[in-house]
């Protein structure tokens, strides 16, 4: 098999590298191990309102809008309720949007490759392992879109993520009730150590998670997200309807990795640990990231020859996010209940509740070429 780029990993960031570069008239290859793409998701599916802005996303792959968002410490008492005059997230049907996305890839002339795992590199050429055996690919670049423990960041000496929280949730259909659309988020390190437990309901689906980091969870991730999901009580009482789906995967929140292109190739996505180190959100940082990516490739194709892969560099953009880390670090630092309590003090505040609306509602995005940081 020849192609002018073999994607790996067919996640938002993948398929939408596949998607432009087959538009542009490139020869593409997009394997992903999974055998159907609506299965094993590893995402809740929050996009931010800069990405609705920037990104057509099919309306009826949305759920409805959210505009407030609740803060609760430990003991779940005296919450911190924020409401923007904006709409600010949608749950994406993350099962609808990657099946969508595989048709745009098609129609845009990409070959989409299912249950072929990306297994290393012979020579020149790329190895892959699917249902008729073993066989090889050369393509001129290889994209690695292959999440946060890319095999083809190692393969191409690129830099790996080392920082990861890992995080599960339960989702479900709910019964409709009178309250708003919210998003809960619980800031208690015994259920979430370092990050948060959130409840998400839109009124149509609940997503009850935890995220933290591994080695601090006094009994294991999944004890954490039983307890959270079985006292939830009074701070969002949800009647399920139906089967509950559970996801979970590791988060990459060291920020974007520095070298993140070789001569033969590039990494996108959580491969390139481009998330925000603070929310943890990552769906907008893909796409941006990849817009940049493709690009390069474009330019790289068209003029033959690799020099502008070196262009794709990620120290600029990593300095740009030195903010979001010192954050994260404090996040981080909130170690006991006692701690998380006493930050809910200055978070009442009216400057503490200015500084969580500018992170939760505020305009910033990943900083790419359509929004600049
Ligand atoms: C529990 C959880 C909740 C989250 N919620 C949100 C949220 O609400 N909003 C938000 O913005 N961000 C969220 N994130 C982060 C966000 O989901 C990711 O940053 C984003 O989905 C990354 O997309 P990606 O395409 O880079 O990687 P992925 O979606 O991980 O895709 C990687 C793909 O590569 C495939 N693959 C891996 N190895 C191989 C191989 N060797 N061969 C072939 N295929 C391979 C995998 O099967 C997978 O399909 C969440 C993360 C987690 C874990």
């Known amino acids: 098999m020849r192609a002018d780029v073999l994607v790996v990993g067919a996640g938002l960031a993948g398929l939408h590298v596949a998607i432009e570069l087959g538009r542009r008239g490139h020869e593409v290859v997009l394997v992903d191990r999974r055998r159907d793409l609506g299965a094993a998701i590893r995402t809740t599916g929050i996009f931010v309102r800069k990405t609705l802005d920037d990104y057509a996303l099919p309306d009826d792959l949305l759920g409805p809008p959210i505009r407030r968002v609740v803060l609760y410490p430990p003991s779940l008492r005296r ?184 001569p033969c190739g590039l990494l996108v996505g959580d491969a390139a640990g481009a998330v925000s180190p603070l929310t943890a959100g990552g769906l907008d940082p893909c796409l941006r990231l990849s817009d940049r990516a493709v690009d390069v490739l474009d330019d790289a194709l068209r003029t033959g020859s690799s020099d502008p892969l070196r262009h794709y560099d990620g120290a600029p953009l990593r300095a740009k996010f030195r903010g979001r880390l010192t954050m994260r670090r404090g996040l981080a630092a909130v170690r006991t209940s006692a701690l998380a309590e006493a930050a809910f003090v200055g978070l009442r505040t009216a400057p503490g509740r200015a500084a969580a609306t500018k992170v939760l509602f505020g305009d910033r995005s990943f900083p790419g070429q359509v929004a600049a940081d």
């Open 79 to 262: 919450p911190v309720a924020l409401e923007s005059d904006r709409d600010e997230y949608r749950v994406g049907d993350m099962a609808g949007l990657y099946r969508h996305l595989v048709a745009e890839a098609t129609t845009a002339g990409v070959e989409v490759v299912l249950g072929t795992r990306y297994v290393g590199r012979a020579g020149a050429d790329a190895v892959l392992d699917g249902p008729g055996g073993v066989r090889q690919v050369r393509a001129t670049y290889v994209v690695g879109a292959d999440g946060a423990r890319s095999r083809v960041a190692a393969d191409l000496g690129l830099d790996r993520n080392e920082r990861m929280l890992v995080g599960a949730e339960e989702v479900f259909a709910i019964e409709s009730h009178a309250g708003p659309p919210t998003f809960h988020c619980v800031v208690d390190p015994r259920l979430a150590p370092g990050y948060l437990a959130w409840v998400v309901d839109d009124g149509r689906h609940a997503h009850v998670g935890v995220a933290g980091y591994a080695a601090r969870y006094p009994d294991g991730m999944r004890a954490a997200l039983s307890r959270f999901a079985s006292g939830l009580g009074e701070l969002a009482p949800l009647v399920a309807v139906g089967e509950v789906e559970r996801r979970g995967g590791p988060i990459p929140v060291g920020g974007v990795l520095r070298r993140i292109a070789s």
